[in-house]
């Protein structure tokens, strides 16, 4: 029953975050300079006010902002997300198009960090005030000050221009590599260097993050305890020190969902990678207000998704978080 009652408060925060998340960027949105009818005038070199006022109308863009805005919460709220202004296409095909590729990319990107990073902190926190403490932090240190576009720059100036060991660019070769062998690994050397750039910021706040967390826990009285029982050291820091830094890691993991679209867009446009955050910054260029928001839809509805994941995790790895809800 209680868990019922946490599911159904859920849905409805869910529903009212991604309503006004809806609203909130179709506002900001239709408030920046330009629209999709200069950027065709541009192009077709027909920019007279007959043209722009023509091509206003013939996507509502001539309408009140008002107006507009209720047009597209109706629509939303029926599933139907409209189409392209560039191409015609319905933006919801468009984004299921690229969304695997920004999947697998930032999925990959997640999981090297959850693995690195916390085995790292937990490392620093077993040799704390030691060489390996020390060169591990500086590492930190460096992977967080290092902006996502710099390092993907520097990667594959290193791996693809110097050593020539990774592509570049792109999800796939041009050429099909001969053998299946060859064909089977193609995507996943493409996906290389761009999760490494978007994984290294990441792996450096949960290294921080592991650490910190386990040398508090680690001076806390049923720690103490556990040594003095005799337990084995692997045993201490594996069921009682890392059980408990587990929780701050389980909660930023959930806020990092949604900085990974973030930083994918910077990803995608340094690697050339066809997912949604490549499309959204196209979309930007255009002007193309649907796919856009189509796109921003998207990112937050799986940022929500993901935060109910995160709190699902914190009930099972500490009951008590739930017992007084």
């Excluded at 139907?80 to 690229?98: F, I, K, N, Q, W």
């Excluded at 695997?100 to 990959?108: K, S, Y």
């Amino acid at each position: 029953m209680r868990f019922l009652t946490f599911l159904l408060a859920w849905a409805v925060k869910a529903a009212a975050i991604v309503l006004t998340i809806v609203v909130l960027n179709f506002c900001l949105i239709r408030l920046a300079p330009g629209d999709v009818a200069t950027v065709l005038a541009g192009e077709s070199g027909a920019a007279d006010p007959e043209f722009l006022a023509r091509t206003r109308a013939e996507f509502g863009l001539d309408k009140p902002l008002a107006a507009q805005l209720l047009t597209y919460v109706g629509n939303v709220l029926t599933l139907d997300l409209g189409v392209s202004y560039r191409t015609r296409r319905p933006v919801a095909d468009m984004v299921l198009e690229r969304l695997p590729a920004t999947l697998m990319l930032t999925g990959a990107a997640f999981v090297f960090a959850l693995l690195v990073g916390p085995a790292l902190g937990v490392l620093a926190a077993i040799r704390a005030r030691r060489p390996a403490d020390t060169a591990i932090t500086v590492l930190a240190l460096l992977f967080y000050a290092m902006p996502i576009f710099w390092v993907g720059l520097i990667l594959i100036l290193v791996f693809s221009v110097t050593l020539g060991w990774l592509p570049p660019f792109g999800m796939r070769s041009i050429i099909p590599p001969v053998g299946d062998v060859a064909r089977a690994l193609d995507v996943p050397r493409h996906l290389v260097l761009p999760t490494l750039t978007l994984g290294l910021f990441y792996v450096a706040i949960y290294a921080r993050l592991t650490r910190g967390a386990m040398l508090e826990t680690a001076g806390l009285d049923f720690v103490k305890t556990a040594r003095a029982k005799g337990l084995p050291e692997w045993r201490v820091v594996g069921a009682h020190v890392f059980r408990c830094a587990m929780l701050p890691i389980i909660t930023f993991a959930g806020l990092q969902a949604g900085h990974l679209v973030g930083g994918a867009i910077v990803a995608e446009t340094v690697f050339a990678w066809p997912g949604i955050g490549r499309l959204a910054f196209d979309a930007l260029l255009q002007r193309d207000y649907n796919l856009l928001l189509a796109v921003f839809l998207a990112s937050a509805v799986a940022v929500v998704l993901i935060n109910f994941a995160t709190d699902l995790l914190l009930r099972i790895a500490d009951p008590r978080i739930g017992a007084g809800r």
